[in-house]
């Protein structure tokens, strides 16, 4: 798929978020980030993976693996090489995107663990635009996780705290031991997370980087990209941009801009062509929060501000 562009990718470059693209993880090679943790980046590079997904290995001895990724024959071999001599007791998932869950049935083949998760998305992707992280209708966990789920390993203990809003299924796991958190594509330091709709849905993903603000987690491990040391300057960040965001596209509306296509030429000039499809989703999103406060309305595909008649 290639490495990612070099500008920023749709829904970016509103607010001034401080922004990380310091990643040099290399593909295949285990990396000790921490005590309890171990990384392992696959090679599956693009517009929105960053350098590939990250796969977590917490413990040692009896290990939790966490989103094992695409399927991806390089990828599996370096993650049973990065475990050889270990028992795998868990596999986790944050989310069934297809660059997170699809090898979670072939690693509990090789090590027999469970894989735990929130199950399947609520509705599946109807959209006829293609993200890269397509959705993995297959998964199936042998645990069904809810929010507060508690895993445990030796030496290690990891719960689970349901972020919906990327997906309606998005799981974060807590590592007591660090106070970290595995934030999957809820919170990333590289860039925003993209929202698509049926799925996707913005109000809940705010209320969920609300709720983020209510813990004490001191460091973020996303699926993509670097880690963040102090987390909540972020998370304040990327609500701060998603407001700006509805404020932007409710201007759009008031000058006049009555699709979804009006409002992306508009909000988004000069983004990545590869990244038209997302920032349509994304505007999409933004639209259907705003009809959810009654903001505004919309027949057919013509949306308008509530209180102002069409022209």
């Known amino acids: 798929m290639g490495s990612a562009p070099a500008r920023q990718p749709a829904d970016w470059a509103m607010t001034a978020i401080d922004f990380d693209k310091a990643f040099d993880a290399v593909p295949g090679r285990p ?12 090679d599956n590079p693009g517009p929105f993976t960053f350098r590939g997904t990250s796969t977590f290995i917490i413990g040692k001895g009896q290990v939790a693996v966490i989103d094992p990724g695409p399927e991806d024959e390089a990828h599996l071999a370096a993650l049973l090489d990065a475990v050889r001599g270990e028992t795998v007791s868990h596999i986790l998932v944050t989310h069934t995107h297809a660059d997170h869950s699809p090898l979670a049935a072939r690693l509990k083949a090789e090590t027999g663990a469970e894989v735990f998760g929130l199950g399947l998305a609520a509705r599946p992707d109807e959209d ?3 993200l890269d992280a397509s959705v993995d209708h297959a998964f199936k966990p042998d645990v069904v996780l809810s929010h507060g789920s508690r895993i445990e390993g030796r030496g290690w203990s990891l719960e689970a ?22 934030a999957g594509d809820h919170v990333m330091a590289w860039s925003t997370s993209v929202v698509a709709p049926p799925d996707g849905n913005m109000g809940r993903y705010m209320a969920s980087l609300r709720a983020l603000l209510e813990r004490d987690d001191h460091v973020y491990w996303p699926a993509h990209g670097p880690a963040r040391l102090d987390p909540l300057p972020l998370v304040r960040a990327y609500l701060a941009h998603r407001n700006m965001r509805e404020q932007a596209i409710m201007q759009r509306l008031k000058a006049g801009d009555r699709t979804v296509a009006d409002i992306v030429r508009a909000v988004y000039a000069g983004i990545d062509p590869r990244l038209h499809g997302a920032a349509a989703l994304s505007t999409r999103a933004h639209l259907d929060h705003l009809m959810e406060q009654g903001r505004v309305r919309r027949r057919d595909d013509v949306y308008e501000v509530v209180g102002k008649r069409s022209p």
């Open 128 to 130: 006829s635009v293609r």
């Open 31 to 42: 990396e000790q980030v921490s005590a309890f943790v171990r990384r392992v980046l696959c």
């Open 161 to 182: 705290v349901h972020t919906p809003g990327h997906m309606s299924n998005h799981l974060c796991f807590a590592l007591a031991e660090e106070k970290a958190l595995f």
